[in-house]
């Protein structure tokens, strides 16, 4: 394993598989994401290079072929594949996770008296992220992992718009962008899209129990967009009595 | 003016100089002795047609540094300037690296880099940079995103880039016979330059 160098960038996220720092590319200007995995101690030292490189590459190529084909997602600047390096493009905005959380604390909030217009917006991106799952599906990619905190709300044209400040975020100048492939593969099956979408229903109605409503806007999108959307939906229907694992490997 | 400038992540001692030429005149001359390997012309030529923004370049100089100072990795061609035209490559044909990316004898615009670093004693940014803009006979031009996409050649872009997959949902879905958000110049052009850098980094991993 080639041996690990400081990042220079701040880190804004440790998880299990991952650290996530930000900083610039080429130049002072270029925010950058890097995700680097670092090496697991307790692995055997051949088995962890192995798994680093090949996670590592797996994700490039998905986030690679996922953008080129025109479904927003973080574009692929540098790989480092023996350290397990990624830098990439840098998404600018909340994620949907955040972005439901601030809104549903605005809707609590009793001197918020324009809720309707909240509402209208907020079908508009649930109705966006139907549409972009549909568009992954249709070129053969499955996301692996889509869950609230996958998914990020980017304001186009406003760069400087303020990610907190979500309520006044125009929604419909917004687009979804996917991020973290690091569980994703190329398929054509429909079995897969469809457990693609019911990880995102188990995870979108734990994280928001008052979302059931908003889930069935992104399944109407999505129903409506994606082309193969008539079998997957079918599927849909299956893995939801039985759970998401079929094959009961792993 | 030529460029210079040290990259994030790399160490600061090293620059490069970067500079664009139009109406260049002696591209045969310089593409000879690249081939006799005389050390006097020992500058990565690029030809600007296959460039579609300035951050291509800059990134491919990334990746050459990167390799040279990474005892693991190292570099596949004889210095770090040769490495810098194979490095924007999406393939490991180093020759075909050369051909496509690099100058030709007939090349009538140039974009010369020179990678120094800044640490040894020898190294002067005067005469480096005296010397970039003597070297090419042509005339210079600001090293920008704006003066490349003058010079850049699309079809030859998609062609070694291999971009025809490039906005495939969209052309799926107007094939099918819906309506598509058309999409602005700016937008064509980031989604190009990012298609392009994406192909150059997953190079050897596809």
């Known amino acids: ?250 | 003016m030529p460029t210079t400038l040290s990259v994030p992540h790399l160490p600061s001692s090293y620059r490069l100089h970067i500079a664009l030429f139009t109406s260049v005149t002696n591209a045969a001359h310089l593409h000879s002795q690249l081939l006799a390997k005389n050390s006097e012309y020992e500058y990565a030529f690029i030809e600007p047609s296959i460039l579609v923004s300035h951050l291509q370049p800059i990134s491919a100089g990334f990746r050459a540094i990167h390799d040279l100072l990474d005892p693991d990795v190292g570099l596949r061609t004889p210095n770090v300037h040769s490495e810098t035209v194979f490095s924007l490559s999406p393939t490991h044909n180093i020759t075909d690296s050369y051909r496509r990316f690099g100058i030709s004898p007939s090349s009538t615009s140039v974009l010369a880099i020179k990678i120094l670093d800044t640490s040894l004693a020898s190294y002067s940014e005067s005469s480096t940079l005296e010397r970039l803009a003597a070297i090419v006979e042509g005339t210079e031009v600001d090293f920008d995103t704006k003066e490349i996409r003058k010079l850049t050649d699309l079809t030859k872009v998609k062609k070694y880039y291999k971009l025809k997959d490039m906005g495939y949902v969209d052309q799926l879905y107007k094939k099918k016979g819906r309506a598509i958000e058309e999409k602005s110049e700016d937008e064509v052009w980031r989604d190009l330059e990012v298609a392009v850098l994406g192909a150059m980094a997953l190079r050897g991993l596809v």
């Open chain 1, 1 to 250: 394993m080639a041996p690990p160098r400081p990042i220079d960038g701040t880190l804004l996220k440790q998880g299990a598989e991952a650290h996530v720092y930000k900083s610039t590319f080429l130049l002072p200007n270029l925010p950058c994401l890097i995700k680097i995995r670092p090496t697991k101690p307790y692995r055997h030292a051949t088995l962890d290079i192995r798994l680093t490189k090949h996670r590592c590459v797996s994700e490039a190529r998905l986030l690679n072929r996922c953008r080129s084909m025109g479904v927003l997602c973080p574009a692929v600047y540098f790989v480092d594949e023996k350290r397990g390096e990624i830098i990439m493009e840098w998404i600018e905005g909340p994620s949907v996770r955040d972005f439901l959380h601030n809104y549903m604390d605005d809707a609590s909030n009793p001197s918020k008296d324009e809720p309707k217009i909240i509402d209208v917006r907020l079908d508009a991106l649930m109705e966006n992220i139907g549409l972009t799952i549909g568009k992954l599906h249709d070129i053969d990619i499955i996301h692996g992992d889509l869950t609230t905190s996958n998914l990020m709300v980017k304001s186009r044209g406003t760069p400087d718009a303020r990610a907190s400040d979500s309520t006044d975020t125009s929604l419909a100048d917004s687009d979804v962008v996917l991020i973290d492939f690091g569980l994703g593969q190329v398929s054509s099956s429909d079995e897969d899209k469809a457990v693609d979408l019911y990880v995102l229903e188990r995870a979108f109605l734990s994280t928001h129990p008052r979302a059931t409503r908003l889930f069935n806007i992104i399944i109407d999108s999505y129903k409506r967009n994606c082309l193969g959307s008539a079998v997957v939906l079918r599927r849909l229907q299956e893995v939801r009595l039985r759970g998401r694992k079929k094959s009961m490997l792993g």
